[in-house]
């Protein structure tokens, strides 16, 4: 920056060059100048951040998507419903439904891969039927 001195002898200067006549003039056209090259370096830098905000909004929208998918590819699909084919009559005898026909059975959907097929799970043991006047069994007791 100029320091006072310095703005002195460039003000005696113009004043020598262009007379008391025309430096208010050239000092008005050196404020508009200024005021228009401030006007634009500020619509410059707004349009710039403005534009910077915009790349960093499409970023965080693409990685939101990204995020999105990865947690939708890490998530356990339904395991399909189990179908079981329909039971046949014995060969031989007469049912109204043999008059109909034959529908290929159902196919039975395998074990989603998550079941441990070596170790089916054990069947859940039937309470025992007890009458009013018994005691229960001791399996239970113990509870």
């Known amino acids: 920056m100029l320091s006072f001195p310095h703005l002195v002898v460039l003000f005696v200067v113009a004043l020598v060059i262009f007379g008391p006549q025309k430096l208010p003039e050239l000092a008005r056209m050196l404020g508009k100048a200024t005021a228009e090259f401030r006007k634009m370096t500020n619509d410059f ?18 990685e939101e998507e990204a995020a999105a998918a990865a947690r939708a590819a890490q998530a356990v699909p339904n395991p399909p ?11 031989g005898s007469i049912h109204r439904a043999s008059a109909a026909p034959e529908a290929s059975p159902e196919p039975v959907a395998e074990f989603p891969p998550h079941v441990d097929t070596e170790h089916p799970p054990v069947a859940a043991q039937e309470p025992a039927v007890t009458t009013p006047g018994e005691k229960p ?7």
Do not use: W
Request: aromatic share 2%; glycine share 0%; no cysteine.
């Open 45 to 62: 830098r707004y349009a710039l951040e403005d534009e910077v905000r915009e790349l960093d909004r499409q970023t965080r929208i693409r």
């Open 137 to 143: 069994s001791d399996d239970n007791a113990a509870v």
């Open 81 to 91: 419903a189990l179908t079981l084919p329909t039971p046949t009559p014995p060969e």
